[in-house]
């Protein structure tokens, strides 16, 4: 089970940091990533990382600005996202896929967390 927290309200500009906890079976050796859908969109993806977590890729909107990590000790993912803009409002999924590299195709991906809303005020 995939949950994530973390999300809110928060003004252009700033930042915000998302978590993606595992319980029951550890996902430490497949690759977590988050999409994002905004309202009227579809959903996409955000970033994504290896089990080890040396492997990471990001959307192009997102480069530079969000970065994903994690704690296998924890079973928790991470997306830190700085420099927030009003186009990143959207419901943040996370979401594990049983391979060797992130995908953006959400059909590639075997389990999905709930959402976690995120608001950014212009």
């Known amino acids: 089970q995939l949950q994530a927290s973390g999300g809110g309200l928060v003004q252009a500009g700033g930042s915000l940091r998302v978590s993606c906890a595992a319980s029951?079976?550890?996902?430490?050796?497949?690759?977590t990533g988050w999409f994002r859908q905004a309202p009227g969109k579809e959903r996409e993806f955000v970033a994504g990382i290896d089990w080890s977590g040396g492997s990471t890729a990001y959307a192009d909107s997102v480069k530079g600005r969000f970065t994903i990590s994690r704690d296998n000790a924890k079973n928790t993912v991470y997306l830190q996202m700085n420099s927030l803009k009003p186009e990143d409002t959207a419901v943040y999924y996370c979401?594990?896929?049983?391979?060797?590299?992130?995908?953006?195709?959400?059909?590639?991906?075997?389990?999905w967390g709930q959402g976690t809303q995120v608001t950014v005020s212009s």
């Open positions: 029951g079976r550890t996902f430490s050796t497949y690759i």
């Open positions: 979401a594990v896929r049983f391979g060797a590299t992130a995908e953006a195709s959400e059909s590639l991906w075997n389990y």
